[in-house]
Structures are given as structure tokens and as C-alpha cells.
């Protein structure tokens, strides 16, 4: 029962907002219940009280004791120094969910006391109007109800997708990261159309509605992409001119390594900060 749950994020950034206000809308957490908290930045904290109606507090009074569920959602290189400060102001019942980018179960594990519960989280900023493709892997110690209620809070911010840990790598390449990219692309159609002399804004809702009517046929039909893109193109027609141009120039290739890359660096995360333990 998520309405009688208290979160608090530890970090007030993009991330952070975005998942507070798909929690917000669905209405299923009550604004009093979630608590936000940040190093440094007083104005980002009153901003996050005065839109969401959320308790926003500074870090040395964050009420530990009321906490079900402590997000932590600063960057990868604050999990060390975080997890050791909350150690030893967390009880055995409090659940720890890392949105961190890289940062292993076992990371937190390691550094919290003892089978203390633990879920590694990877949502996208979509949280915001509650259309994330989010991950969730459990960590050793992750009870079954804490578990299932925490899968209902991340789809107040839109799918959720149960993984192995050892696909998180690739599913923050795609997911995590993945509105990057589609933003870049829409950018890129939006510069094209304002070149051939359509108006700015008129260009950015063409490419963005032909963006989301694709993708909103991908999940509704049951073609493939492939399928999908054979009813498109008609024997030496536009799209087979725009296929051909996208082929040679690689694009293909580009978005592979796009995805590849981000998953590489989520990997080299983990790596990096594992070399702090030993
Ligand atoms: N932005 C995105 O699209 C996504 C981000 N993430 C993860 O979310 C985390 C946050 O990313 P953003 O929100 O984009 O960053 P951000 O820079 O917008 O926000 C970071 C926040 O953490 C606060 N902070 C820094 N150190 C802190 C500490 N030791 N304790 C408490 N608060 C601290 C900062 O004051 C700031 O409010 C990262 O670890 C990232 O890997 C995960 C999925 C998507
Ligand atoms: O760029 C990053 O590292 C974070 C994680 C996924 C999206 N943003």
C-alpha cells in the first residue's frame, strides 16, 4: 500500500523531479509522504516544495526514522560518501533504491550493514509525464512485498521491466539514456525543416509526432520494425531514398554504437568505483 509510504530522495536534480511528479500525478503517494532533500542547492529544494507540494529539507534534517524507501538519486561519485553516512541512520526495515547510473546491488550491499534491502532502479526522464521504460533488479536481501511495492511506485512513472542485474548495463544504453537520443535526432529534423524554411516550432511538433506515432505503432501493432517499415516504402519512392541515404551514411551503425557506448560507461562506472573498495 504505497499511501502509507514516506520516500525520500537524497538529490533534488533532473532525475529526482522527474520521478516525484509521475508520483504526483497518479495521486497514489500523497505529496505530504514524499521528502526531498539535497547537498547544497536551498532554491532547488523550495522550487521543489512550491511545485509539488513535496517536504523539502536539508540534509542534516532528514527524518531518518519515518523513511520506507530512501531513493538515492545524486551522481554515480557521491554513493560512496552517501552510503556511508546512512549506515548507521538506517533500520532493517527501510528499503534502499539506487537510480544511480552503474552502482551495483552489491556496492550498496558491501557498504550498508547487513542484509539490509537493496534495488537498483534504472527509470528516464519520461517519468515526468509518466511514460519511463524503467529497470528494477533486487538486490540479495529485497523481501518480496517491499518489492512488489516498489514496482507499483516506479509505474507511477510509467513501465516497469524486471532484469537481471547483468542487463542493466545495456538497458541504461537503451532506456536510461535512450530519450538522448531520439531528442538529438528530433533536433536534428527540426534544424532539416527550419533549413527547407518551415517554421521552428512548426518543425519540432512534426518530428515529434511522427516520433511518437511510430513508436506508438510499435507497441500497439504486432509487425515488427522491419514489417512496419516495408509498408512504408513504395519501389523507388521517398522513403527508399531516405533509407538509402540513412544506410550510407551509417546510421544504423550510429545508433548501435550510441547504445553500445552508454552501456560501456555504465559498466566503467561500476569498475571505477569498485576499485575504491579494495
Ligand atoms: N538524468 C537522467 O536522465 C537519469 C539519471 N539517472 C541517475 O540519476 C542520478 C542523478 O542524475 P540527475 O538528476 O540527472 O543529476 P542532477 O545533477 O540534476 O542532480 C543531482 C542532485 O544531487 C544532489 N547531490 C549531489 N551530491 C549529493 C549528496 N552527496 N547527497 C545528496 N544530494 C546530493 C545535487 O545537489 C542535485 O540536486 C545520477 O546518478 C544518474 O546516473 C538515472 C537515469 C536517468
Ligand atoms: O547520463 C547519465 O549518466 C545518466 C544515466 C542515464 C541517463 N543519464
Do not use: W
Not at 500500500?1 to 500523497?30: D, R, Y
Amino acid at each position: 500500500m504505497l499511501k502509507h509510504k514516506t520516500i525520500a530522495f537524497l538529490g533534488a536534480g533532473n532525475m529526482a523531479e522527474a520521478m516525484i511528479s509521475g508520483m504526483i500525478q497518479t495521486g497514489k503517494v500523497p505529496a505530504k509522504q514524499i521528502i526531498v532533500t539535497n547537498r547544497c542547492n536551498q532554491n532547488r529544494l523550495n522550487l521543489m516544495k512550491e511545485k509539488y507540494g513535496v517536504k523539502a529539507v536539508p540534509m542534516n534534517e532528514l527524518p531518518y526514522e519515518e523513511i520506507d524507501f530512501l531513493i538515492l538519486a545524486m551522481k554515480p561519485k557521491g554513493a560512496e560518501e552517501t552510503l556511508s553516512t546512512v549506515k548507521s541512520l538506517l533500520n532493517s526495515k527501510q528499503v534502499v533504491i539506487s537510480v544511480l547510473a552503474g552502482i551495483t546491488t552489491s556496492y550498496m550491499e558491501e557498504r550498508l550493514n547487513p542484509g539490509q534491502e537493496v534495488i537498483r532502479v534504472m527509470p528516464n526522464t519520461s517519468s515526468m509525464i509518466q511514460e519511463s521504460a524503467t529497470a528494477m533488479s533486487l538486490g540479495t536481501y529485497a523481501k518480496d512485498q517491499n518489492a512488489e511495492d516498489v514496482k507499483e511506485l516506479l509505474e507511477c512513472m510509467g513501465k516497469v521491466y524486471v532484469i537481471e542485474e547483468d542487463q542493466m548495463d545495456i538497458f541504461t544504453g537503451i532506456a536510461g539514456s535512450g530519450p538522448a537520443y531520439f531528442y538529438y535526432l528530433m533536433e536534428q529534423m527540426e534544424k532539416i525543416g527550419k533549413v527547407s524554411g518551415m517554421d521552428n516550432e512548426m518543425a519540432r511538433k512534426i518530428a515529434a509526432q511522427t516520433v511518437y506515432g511510430a513508436a506508438k505503432m510499435i507497441m500497439e501493432k504486432e509487425e515488427t520494425p522491419a514489417e512496419l517499415i516495408d509498408n512504408i516504402v513504395s519501389p523507388n519512392g521517398t522513403t527508399a531514398a531516405g533509407l538509402e541515404a540513412l544506410k550510407k551514411h551509417n546510421g544504423g551503425e550510429a545508433i548501435s554504437q550510441a547504445v553500445n557506448n552508454a552501456a560501456k560507461r555504465s559498466k566503467e562506472i561500476s569498475e571505477e568505483l569498485e576499485g575504491v573498495l579494495v
